[in-house]
């Protein structure tokens, strides 16, 4: 799955770019049954000798493209749970949902093309990686809370990332309208706050 090598000039990460771009193009417009490497190629600009440069088989640029998009997302996380930390558990919960639903909504429609595109690559690796990366960073800005504590912090951290996952995904991949990511936008904070008060005791306070 991993790429035959990868850009480390200014024209060849230019060449990639535009590879992943047409990439979303094809889904969209093509679909993943008829996603092609030809049909990507021509959509970019480029040879299919220079795809192949780069991407040796179409999982192989598939699974590049879900590893860039992932890798945005958990970037735009673990930078809000470092913004956040030491603040109080509601700026915390708003912070990071603000986050998490900006890395997501930002290459709407590409985002729920891939949730296609994972079902059919081995991700397990992938996966994991970043969820213990989120978890790590949650766990991290929830212990520092100014006003709240948490018994059993690996078991909140795991519920909060999948109440942020299941939630999004179960949204974007019935109704991406408008007034649905709205009501997602109004929503998800108050899903948040309301667990993870509900899973903290306040802490007492101080001299």
Do not use: W
């Amino acid at each position: 799955m991993k790429p035959r090598k990868t850009p480390r000039q200014a024209r060849s990460a230019a060449t990639v770019a535009a590879i992943f771009e047409a990439t979303f193009q094809v889904l969209l417009t093509e679909g993943l049954v008829r996603l092609t490497t030809t049909r990507v190629a021509e959509r970019a600009g480029v040879s299919v000798g220079t795809m192949y440069q780069y991407f040796p088989h179409k999982q192989a640029l598939l699974y590049a493209l879900l590893d860039l998009y992932l890798e945005e997302v958990v970037v735009a996380l673990e930078e809000a749970c470092i913004h956040h930390e030491g603040g109080s558990l509601s700026s915390i919960a708003d912070g990071l949902v603000h986050a998490y639903l900006e890395a997501k909504l930002r290459h709407m429609p590409g985002s729920r093309a891939l949730y296609a595109v994972a079902a059919e690559l081995d991700t397990a690796d992938l996966v994991g990686d970043i969820s213990r990366r989120v978890d790590n960073a949650l766990a991290r800005v929830l212990a520092s809370a100014r006003d709240a504590i948490f018994d059993d912090l690996p078991t909140v951290t795991f519920a909060l990332r999948t109440l942020l996952v299941g939630t999004v995904r179960a949204v974007l991949e019935t109704d991406a309208s408008p007034p649905s990511m709205a009501m997602l936008r109004a929503q998800l904070p108050v899903m948040c706050r309301a667990y993870l008060f509900a899973a903290s005791r306040a802490l007492p306070p101080g001299p």
